[in-house]
């Protein structure tokens, strides 16, 4: 199922006309490489003249390619869809801008509604005046005519174009050559998987590097390998809803096998990215120690702070406790290991990810064979 960036909102002005030919734009970025199959526009209530959609990638502060178009058929007052005859390519690194085009200019809109940006799944709409890729993003805007960019702004006003975003497919092989105790080294990480279901992220990612030389002796079995282990972990916490809701809607981890490059309210995300091993973890056991590093960031600290508590409080409800929860019922992860439980937070605080501050913490989890 395709991504788009609004979900359940709506917005507040749904009838405005101005009379002349206007298009209105919504400046967005993906997480991940993909394409772009259509849009979606939420008609005005009085529906009148053209309306189309088309896409530019922004290469200025007021300048931008465009890189395709489609005409919208009979509209009806809320969402509607059209599909472009050949879905657009787009990256993770460049932003871009979406419009509508109406010949009546007439569309819906919400007063400063980019005043802050936020994100669904792959999708994020870009906070005005925020800059990306080294250039200054307008978000909403709004230009003259059928054909111009829409590059001016005011009031940080949102207009509801959107767009129909399908990430590309992707597959990882990580072979095991290394001679050490567990017999692996180099990188594993878990394989793909993407929903659009929920308003959280959770991100699940391992590296491990092993060579030879430990003193201990591995067990019988203890040889894993380590993708299949984290491929287990990440199908035990996909879908744990954290306890909290955004704007009313229950908030649910994702997994997936790259964490985004950055994290934009609201969001959680999880990231098991530091693997400790520890031979001989006791009753010559063998096992390692995965660090996850549980991120958090709301459109203020405030809200951080708020979330950053629910998740790791202890009640029944809780983020951190549905996440154990999980866990404990999958101890054995599909007969992998012989357990594998959360055992730990640490370092609470603000935490350095990608260069951007943010509130989290340190989730310890022991898998033993």
């Known amino acids: 199922m395709s991504e788009s960036l609004f979900t359940t909102q709506l917005p507040t002005l749904t009838d405005v006309a101005e009379g002349v030919p206007v298009t209105v734009g919504t400046a967005l970025r993906f997480a991940v490489a993909g394409k772009v199959s259509g849009f979606r526009v939420y008609a005005p209530l009085t529906v009148a003249g053209t309306f189309a959609g088309a896409l530019w990638q ?53 007063g400063a509604f980019w005043g802050t940006g936020f994100s669904n799944g792959n999708v994020i709409g870009i906070q005005d005046n925020a800059v990306v890729n080294g250039i200054t993003i307008s978000n909403g805007s709004f230009g003259s005519g ?6 001016s702004t005011f009031n940080s006003n949102g207009y509801w174009i959107d767009v129909l975003f399908d990430a590309t497919p992707t597959s990882e092989s990580h072979p ?37 030389g430990d003193s201990g002796v591995p067990q019988a079995g203890a040889a894993y390998e380590i993708e299949a282990v984290m491929t287990a972990l990440a199908r035990v916490f996909d879908g744990v809803q954290t306890g909290d809701e955004v704007g009313g809607v229950p908030t649910t981890l994702e997994c997936h096998a790259e964490v985004v490059g950055q994290v934009d309210p609201p969001s959680i995300v999880l990231e098991l990215d530091n693997l400790n091993w520890d031979l001989n973890m006791g009753g010559g056991a063998d096992g390692f120690t995965v660090v996850a590093l549980a991120l958090v960031s709301y459109a203020d600290m405030a809200g951080a702070q708020r979330a950053l508590w629910r998740f790791l409080s202890r009640k029944t409800s809780s983020g951190i406790v549905r996440l154990k929860t999980a866990l404990e019922s999958n101890q054995t992860l ?20 990608n260069g951007v501050d943010y509130l989290g913490a340190e989730l310890i989890i022991e898998v033993v064979s």
């Open 58 to 110: 922004v290469t200025g502060s007021s300048s931008g390619t465009l890189l395709g178009a489609a005409t919208f058929g009979a509209l009806s007052p809320g969402w509607n869809t059209v599909l472009l005859g050949t879905p657009i390519d787009v990256d993770a690194v460049n932003p871009y801008k979406v419009g509508l085009r109406t010949s009546e200019g007439r569309y819906a809109a919400t």
């Open 146 to 151: 059928l054909v111009n960019y829409p590059s």
């Open 176 to 212: 095991t050559t290394g001679t050490g105790a567990f017999g692996i080294s180099g990188t594993a990480a878990v394989s793909t998987k993407r929903t659009t279901a929920g308003t959280g992220i959770f991100g699940i990612s391992a590296s491990a590097t092993h060579s030879g």
């Open 334 to 353: 599909g007969g992998l290991v012989s357990y594998a439980i959360m055992t730990n937070v640490r370092n609470i605080g603000v935490v350095t990810y």
